[in-house]
């Protein structure tokens, strides 16, 4: 097996090679996907990131060692192609490669843990106990460009609309969503716990003056439960923007979703194509639900639901059984809100809680938030917490904190939403639940 010397690179990708190349020398480098020797001729599929190519050795027409290196490979092995582009009409992109020269980089073992040619279906769980080679699966790659496409999205609308990104501590001293969904750690002499949410500190920034900032990074749920939306570790996409209320920032995500979709049709045609998707652009606002009325309608299906309960995943379903896309729950009971969630003025029992939703399953949550440190303080012992727990964060609040208001989009959801899946399993390269931390 041999290193990878200086003379020895990509002159293209396997979908650059086309008709239009015939007669060039070229140099390809990937995986073999697929061998098919007939005795005077071998056929090899070479695969690389983004397509398949034909490697054609006519056994007594090309140099003895070339036939020798041909002979030698197997399927997955990872080599170095050089040699000529010739037109064929049987192969993919109409054309096929006459080797010149050979180079094996790895010899991978017989026989694989799994298939990744998509011949064979498996099950999720080998495919994750194997999934550097599910992930050679076009149907697999392409959930992660389409994540891709999606991230890259977020980020530029960020950007072009003021936003500063920010990375904020994943080492915390205190709960911000609920005490029982805590990661707790050892750090050095003390506990401390994994992050939940960058909710307090984005808050912070918000009386730090940065007036509108975002992060995309790790969130760590110690959720008890195996449900094909939870994972233990997720991306989230969270925003906190000053001088803006709850309405103000479901606005900022309806148009990031929007351009997101945009986007993914666009640029991704190949993989939703792969992927079976034919991705809708939801038009205009998306549809706003009252909880009350969300409650009413769920009750109106036998789907028992008194007010003030969290939505069950039996509701949940009901709910999204009469409605279709993307909508807005909002005007959340007060009571089953985090503590930095505003209550209406008049009718405090509700607040300025909303969630946005893809039929049945929540996507992101939001809120106008307390920026009143006395109103914080007592909203924070209400949940039976402590305030003098949250002393640097409540200290943000007494020297000048502007009314704010922000989200958290789970970008794994959000993606499951892109890409028609049901398992959130599917959208995260290596993910944690109750029963896997490994890979
Ligand atoms: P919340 O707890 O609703 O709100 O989380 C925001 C979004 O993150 C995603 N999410 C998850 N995805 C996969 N597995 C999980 N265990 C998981 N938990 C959450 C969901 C969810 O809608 N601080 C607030 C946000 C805010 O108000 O700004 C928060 O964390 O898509």
Not at 107 to 112: D, G, K, M, R
Not at 351 to 367: R, V, W
Not at 371 to 386: D, M, P, V
Not at 401 to 407: D, E, K, L, R, T
Request: charged share 30%; hydrophobic share 40%; with cysteine.
């Amino acid at each position: 097996m041999t290193r990878l010397s200086s003379d020895w690179r990509r002159s293209h990708y396997t979908k650059e090679i086309n008709e239009n190349n015939a007669d060039e020398e070229v140099t390809i480098m990937g995986w073999v996907h697929e061998i098919r020797d007939l005795g005077g001729i071998i056929f090899v599929l070479i695969r690389d990131r983004d397509g398949l190519i034909q490697l054609t050795a006519p056994t007594k027409h090309i140099d003895p060692e070339v036939l020798e290196d041909v002979k030698k490979l197997r399927k997955e092995s990872v080599i170095g192609l050089k040699g000529t582009v010739q037109e064929s009409g049987k192969a993919p992109n109409g054309v096929e490669i006459i080797p010149t020269e050979i180079k094996i980089f790895s010899l991978a073992n017989q026989p694989l843990p799994m298939d990744p040619t998509e011949k064979v279906k498996a099950e999720i769980d080998t495919r994750l106990d194997s999934r550097f080679l599910d992930l050679r699966k076009s149907s697999v790659s392409s959930i992660f460009k389409i994540k891709s496409k999606m991230l890259h999205t977020v980020r530029e609308f960020f950007e072009k609309n003021g936003f500063l990104e920010v990375n904020t501590p994943k080492l915390v001293a205190s709960a911000t969503e609920g005490g029982t969904e805590l990661f707790p750690i050892t750090y050095f002499e003390k506990e401390a716990f994994l992050g939940q949410s960058p909710q307090l500190y984005k808050q912070m920034m918000m009386s730090a003056g940065f007036d509108k900032v975002y992060e995309i990074a790790q969130i760590f749920r110690a959720e008890e439960h195996d449900t094909l939306r939870h994972l233990n570790e997720a991306i989230s996409i969270d925003m906190e923007a000053s001088f803006m209320d709850d309405v103000d920032v479901m606005k900022i995500l309806n148009d990031l979703v929007q351009e997101v979709i945009i986007n993914v049709k666009q640029d991704c045609k190949e993989e939703l194509k792969t992927l079976e998707v034919d991705l809708e652009i939801p038009e205009g606002h998306f549809e706003v639900l009252k909880y009350d009325d969300a409650v009413d309608m769920i009750n109106s299906k036998d789907v028992p639901m008194e007010w003030g309960e969290d939505l069950s995943r039996a509701a949940e379903k009901a709910l999204g059984d009469m409605m279709d896309g993307y909508y807005f729950l909002t005007e959340w009971p007060t009571e089953i809100k985090p503590f930095y969630v505003m209550p209406n003025e008049k009718d405090p029992i509700k607040s300025h809680a909303f969630d946005l939703m893809y039929k049945n399953l929540e996507i992101s949550s939001g809120a106008m938030r307390v920026h009143q440190h006395e109103l914080l303080r007592e909203k924070i012992a209400e949940k039976g917490l402590n305030p003098d727990a949250f002393g640097s964060y409540l200290k943000s609040f007494e020297y000048g904190m502007p009314p704010h208001s922000g989200w958290g989009l789970g970008a794994d959801r959000f993606n499951m939403t892109l890409t028609g899946l049901e398992n959130i399993r599917e959208t995260v390269l290596f993910p944690r639940d109750r029963r896997r931390l490994t890979p």
